[in-house]
């Protein structure tokens, strides 16, 4: 989910539990790294597609591991 506000958590029943911070608004999340425990975040500068707007990449540590098997 999209949000200049930050990532949505949210549960497997629909339950919102909370919110990541993040500088810009975010396009496009992947979870990777050992135990997938490393959310990237990929996001804009200025949240759109502007010209010269750059490209933002943040790993985030987790505490928990992410989703196992292959995304769907």
Do not use: C, W
């Amino acid at each position: 989910m999209t949000s200049t506000a930050g990532i949505q958590v949210i549960s497997p029943d629909g339950k919102v539990l909370g919110v990541i911070p993040a500088p810009h608004a975010v396009i496009s999340l992947a979870f990777s790294g050992r135990e997938r425990k490393t959310l990237y975040a990929v996001g804009r500068e200025g949240g759109n597609q502007a010209p010269g707007n750059k490209a933002i990449i943040l790993a985030i540590q987790m505490i928990a591991q992410g989703p196992r098997g292959r995304g769907k």
